[in-house]
């Protein structure tokens, strides 16, 4: 980053943010990591501090399902931290219930893609900065399937022409929105559910006609939710998910190396993906927002970027850190493929969850219908619009 633009962000940060109270020695500022042992934040501590001698950075790592229970309790007590890395699915939430505190325009408007601006933003402020991201692409067996399917029509029939392995079919609210998108629906709309439209009964009907077609039902029962174990024994030839799936496949199956490519994922009317990641945000009750949000600008920066590749094998978001080498070299797992720039195409066509504070429970409601839909329970459309009774009464809280 520019010397210049860090400094006109921070002073922004200081006019729109506040600034802590005066104290004596180094501000010592608090983070929440969920990252875990691959964390790329852990290791540019040192760094950090090294370059901003005023602050120092209590630095405390919890895995995931900790960290969603443990800042929840803190949001509401008092005690959160001065930044937290929040999954990109629990920002709507947060944001709704008025808990993240709201971000400078500068830089962050320079740094992303129109997808990434948007899921950044409530109320037309930004409330989160995002870290790494989360966007479908299209995974599968080059061995098996000659040319990639674009369209949905074309993904049946090559899922029914498989000899071996299939499509994966998760009923989650994850796959099911990627299909709702893509036909040109969405969930939530003016504190309304929407998904059970044409577009959602289309997109629900689709999924469930891949599963009777070439497709492979993995539910929790299956255990790992990633499908590794599938991919490993051959069940599963072709699937949808973001980039972190790269990283699973080469440590979970080493010996498919070379037989498999990324496709931009088949489309129905337009193109579409849900967004998820994770969001660097400062909650409203830090009394150090001026240096987290310094530290927020320093994991933004493109060394600190490309770690979050090279350390996590996640997908860094900001556009600088996408086109490093580390990213844009071939990839020998995939054949040689430059696969990053399948998933930032994806990026700039995906749609963040609704910023309602209800989220967890209709996210919920959505997957339970899905699931009995894709398990014959019900029709689609009856799934549907009972899950969208369950969530107007929700929205009214």
């Not at 949000?293 to 996640?314: D, H, S, Y």
């Amino acid at each position: 980053m520019h010397r210049s633009i860090g400094a006109l962000a921070l002073l922004t940060c200081l006019a729109a943010c506040g600034t802590a109270t005066p104290q004596k020695g180094p501000t010592t500022i608090t983070v929440w990591d969920y990252y875990g042992s691959s964390t790329p934040i852990k290791p540019v501590v040192g760094e950090f501090e090294r370059t901003h001698p005023g602050i120092k950075v209590d630095y405390q790592a919890y895995d995931y399902e900790t960290m969603r229970q443990k800042y929840a309790t803190a949001v509401s007590s008092g005690t959160a931290p001065d930044v937290a890395t929040l999954d990109m699915t629990w920002i709507p939430a947060y944001a709704a219930k008025k808990t993240l505190a709201e971000l400078p325009d500068k830089p962050l408007d320079t740094l992303y893609g129109k997808g990434a601006l948007e899921a950044m933003r409530f109320d037309g402020h930004f409330v989160t900065a995002l870290y790494d991201f989360d966007a479908y692409a299209l995974y599968y067996r080059k061995d098996l399937i000659k040319d990639p399917p674009k369209t949905w029509n074309d993904l049946i029939s090559t899922a029914s022409s498989l000899r071996k392995g299939k499509f994966q079919v998760l009923p989650d609210t994850f796959h099911f929105a990627q299909f709702l998108y893509q036909a040109g629906g969405d969930l939530v709309q003016n504190g309304k559910a929407v998904f059970q439209g044409p577009q959602g009964v289309r997109a629900l009907t689709q999924l469930r006609e891949l599963l009777k077609r070439g497709g492979v039902y993995w539910g929790d029962d299956q255990g790992d939710s990633s499908g590794i174990a599938g991919v490993k024994d051959g069940r599963i030839a072709m699937f949808l998910n973001g980039p972190y799936m790269m990283g699973v496949l080469k440590d979970g199956a080493p010996d498919q190396k070379g037989k498999w490519a990324i496709a931009p994922a088949p489309i129905d009317v337009q193109p579409g993906s849900y967004l998820g990641g994770t969001g660097l945000s400062i909650p409203v009750s830090s009394e150090h927002r001026d240096a987290a949000w310094q530290f927020i600008q320093f994991l933004l920066q493109p060394p600190q970027q490309v770690k979050v590749f090279t350390q996590a094998g996640a997908a860094p978001a900001t556009e600088a850190a996408l086109k490093d080498p580390a990213l844009t070299m071939p990839d020998p797992y995939f054949g040689g493929q430059q696969t990053f720039p399948v998933f930032q195409q994806a990026l700039g066509t995906a749609h963040h969850y609704p910023y309602v504070k209800q989220w967890t429970d209709v996210d919920r409601a959505v997957q339970d219908a899905v699931t009995a839909a894709l398990l014959d329970k019900k029709s689609p459309q009856q799934a549907l619009s009972d899950a969208a009774k369950e969530v107007d009464d929700l929205l009214v809280d």
